[in-house]
C-alpha cells in the first residue's frame, strides 16, 4: 500500500510538473521582452517545484516503509518526522517560489511605463475553481492566495481534479479495511491429521510441517523488542514477518497481553501464536505437542 501510494503520488506530481510547461503565456506589460522572461520563470519555477516534490514523495516513502517494519515509540517517531516532512516541505517550497517569482517580477517590471492587467472573472467558479475550455494550461495561478490551481476546463485537468477524489477515496478505503481485519479477523490454527499445521488469517496464511518442529514451548511473556517487516500491529495484536530480541526472524499470531503464547521453531523462522482465551491456547499447544512428538 506505502509503496501504490508513493507510486500514484509520484505519477501525479510528475504530471503537473510537466503541465506546466503548457501553461498559458501572461501579458504583464508591453514589452514583450519582459513578457518572455517572466513567463519563463514561472514555468521553470513551478515545473522544479512539482517535480522535487515528486522526489521528496519517494523519500518520504522510504522513510514510511521503514516506519511500517519498527514497533512502538520508534515507529510512531518516524512515521510522525515523515507526515512532518511530508506537510511542511511542501508548503515552504510553495511559499519559496511564490516569493522568488514575485520579487522578479517586481524587479523587471519597476522600469515599465505601461503595466497591464487582464480580467478572466468569468472563467472563476465561486472565485477558486478554474474553469476555462479555451485556455490550454492545465496549471494556473491561484487568483487568490499563492500557488497554483487546476484548470478544469481541459481534458487533463479534469482527470487529476476527479482523479484524486478517487485516489484518496481507494487509499481511505484499503486503509480501513486494513484495520477492520485487524481488529475483527482472528488467526486459526488447524492440523490436518496429515503432518501438516496451517494457520489462516487474510494476506498472512501460513503453513508448515509437524516433522520440521524443532523446538516446542509454551510462554508466559510477550516477545520483547519485536520489529515489524510486514503486517499488521496495533494495540491489541501482532500480525505478519516480524523481527524479535529473542528469536529473530518471526511469523507472529499474537493477541497482545493475552499469555500464554505458544513458540514454534522451524529451521529457518519462529512460528509465535496464541488465541484470546487462555485455555484455547493451552488446548491448541497440547495438540501441537502430542502431533509433533516433542515434550516439555
Not at 503520488?9 to 501553461?23: D, E, G, Q
Request: proline share 3%; hydrophobic share 40%.
Amino acid at each position: 500500500m506505502a509503496g501504490g501510494t508513493a507510486l500514484g503520488l509520484t505519477v501525479f506530481f510528475f504530471v503537473i510538473a510537466v503541465s506546466f510547461n503548457r501553461m498559458k503565456p501572461k501579458v504583464y506589460t508591453d514589452n514583450s521582452e519582459t513578457n518572455i522572461l517572466l513567463n519563463q520563470a514561472n514555468r521553470r519555477y513551478w515545473s522544479l517545484l512539482w517535480f522535487g516534490m515528486a522526489i521528496i514523495n519517494s523519500c518520504i516513502a522510504v522513510i514510511t516503509v521503514y516506519a511500517l517494519s519498527l514497533n512502538g515509540t520508534a515507529s510512531t517517531i518516524v512515521w510522525s518526522l515523515g507526515i512532518f516532512f511530508f506537510s511542511v516541505v511542501p508548503v515552504l517550497g510553495i511559499f519559496y517560489v511564490h516569493y522568488k517569482l514575485k520579487q522578479f517580477e517586481t524587479t523587471l517590471l519597476k522600469g515599465e511605463h505601461e503595466i497591464l492587467y487582464t480580467d478572466d472573472d468569468e472563467y472563476w467558479i465561486n472565485g477558486t475553481t478554474y474553469n476555462n475550455p479555451n485556455d490550454r494550461s492545465v496549471m494556473v495561478p491561484k487568483r487568490l492566495g499563492i500557488g497554483t490551481t487546476i484548470n478544469i476546463g481541459t481534458k487533463t485537468g479534469k482527470s487529476i481534479y476527479y482523479g484524486l477524489f478517487v485516489f484518496v477515496a481507494l487509499l481511505l478505503i484499503g486503509t480501513g479495511w486494513m484495520g477492520v481485519q485487524a481488529d475483527f479477523s482472528t488467526p486459526t490454527l488447524t492440523a490436518d491429521g496429515k503432518g501438516t499445521v496451517s494457520i489462516k488469517y487474510p494476506m498472512y496464511n501460513y503453513s508448515f510441517a509437524m516433522k520440521d518442529v524443532q523446538e516446542l514451548k509454551l510462554v508466559d511473556s510477550y516477545p520483547s523488542g519485536g520489529r515489524r517487516t510486514n503486517g499488521v500491529a496495533t494495540d491489541t495484536v501482532a500480525i505478519g514477518n516480524f523481527k524479535f530480541e529473542e528469536y529473530g526472524k518471526s511469523k507472529a499470531y499474537l493477541v497482545k497481553n493475552s499469555p500464554p503464547y505458544i513458540v514454534i521453531k522451524l529451521p529457518e523462522v519462529y512460528v509465535l501464536y496464541n488465541a484470546k482465551d487462555a485455555t484455547e491456547t493451552e488446548r491448541t499447544y497440547a495438540e501441537l505437542q502430542k502431533g509433533s512428538g516433542i515434550f516439555h
